[in-house]
């Protein structure tokens, strides 16, 4: 059976490709999952992609991958900023996450400097657009493939 990962995508992530394009860039989000399929394909791991708009479904898709995902990738949007409970369901899970950002958010406004999350994911990836996607993956990709936990 093969590794399988979430990559799980939070607010107005469903916009990318129209919403603030000089911010977020051009690709849609479609365009990004495409690109993490081939990528996840050549190193034979399979992925799974959830986006929410709400706050209790992606806790319940962060729940429910602690039974298959080996990891997740996981972009929660503005919930990085007043998430407790995103907080919570990541530190309750027996799961490597980690953070990513399209946008580098220390260098936006001063209310998305703070992670509400960060301190319970392997580690935060943010500011290269859609290559902070790949860089997840490929880090993500190599913390499994060592054997290693949270």
């Known amino acids: ?3 399988e990962i979430l990559i799980l995508n939070g607010p107005n992530l469903n916009l990318l490709g129209s ?3 000089d911010v977020y860039g051009s690709a849609t989000l479609d365009d ?6 081939a ?3 050549e ?3 399979e992925l799974r992609h959830v986006q929410s708009n709400s706050e209790g479904q992606l806790v319940d898709a962060l729940h429910d991958c602690r039974l298959w995902a080996a990891g997740v990738v996981f972009n929660p949007g503005a919930y990085s900023h007043t998430s407790v409970a995103l907080r919570d369901a990541i530190d309750a899970i027996d799961v490597p996450v980690v953070e990513t950002h399209l946008s580098n958010v220390q260098a ?13 994911c392997l580690g935060v990836v943010a500011g290269f657009g859609g290559d902070s996607y790949r860089g997840a993956l490929d880090l993500l990709i ?7 936990q949270r």
């Open 39 to 41: 990528q996840a394909g």
């Open 32 to 37: 990004i999952i495409v690109d993490l399929q």
């Open 108 to 120: 936006r406004e001063e209310f998305r400097h703070q992670s509400l999350v960060t301190a319970v």
């Open 142 to 148: 190599r913390h499994v493939a060592a054997g290693k």
């Open 19 to 21: 919403r603030q394009p």
């Open 43 to 45: 190193a034979g791991v």
């Open 1 to 3: 059976m093969a590794t």
